[in-house]
């Protein structure tokens, strides 16, 4: 398991960023965080008018939108059944997309979610990768 170390930031502000540099076999970097009420607490990426920019990349990325752009099959709209994108052995419409393109569900396996979910799902990613990867596609 790696070693976490608290390096100081460069200004004693309170709202300077702090980092932890994690050391383990072959990986290490830096996360910055942010001192609150005397603890500190992961960074985690908002955009400048306090939303989160995994919200926004969301409603970036409807899910007619986010099928088109992964270049699935078929044409899709805000609410339909279609043939699943997770299973080659689908052969009745059995995913959905319902909540004006912003939900769906696979009837089969019970898989459902968002635009996020639906791309990590797709893309089998997890953790980070699909994050910044989904962000980049959202245009952020």
């Known amino acids: 398991m790696g070693e976490a170390i608290t390096l100081p930031s460069s200004s004693s502000q309170r709202s300077a960023p702090r980092?932890?540099?994690?050391?383990?076999?072959?990986?290490?970097?830096?996360m910055p965080i942010y001192a609150q009420n005397g603890g500190f607490k992961k960074y985690?990426?908002?955009q400048k008018d306090g939303t989160s920019a995994l919200k926004e990349a969301i409603a970036r990325l409807p899910i007619p939108v986010l099928w088109r752009k992964l270049g699935l099959?078929?044409?899709?709209?805000?609410c339909c059944s279609v043939h699943s994108p997770l299973r080659d052995d689908d052969r009745n419409p059995s995913f959905s997309i319902f909540a004006a393109g912003t939900k769906w569900k696979d009837h089969a396996t019970g898989e459902h979610g968002d635009s996020f979910d639906l791309f990590k799902a797709v893309r089998r990613l997890e953790g980070k990768t699909a994050y910044h990867q989904f962000l980049h596609l959202a245009g952020l």
């Open 19 to 30: 980092f932890l540099f994690f050391a383990g076999k072959g990986a290490s970097f830096l």
């Open 44 to 46: 985690r990426p908002y």
């Open 73 to 78: 099959p078929g044409e899709i709209r805000d």
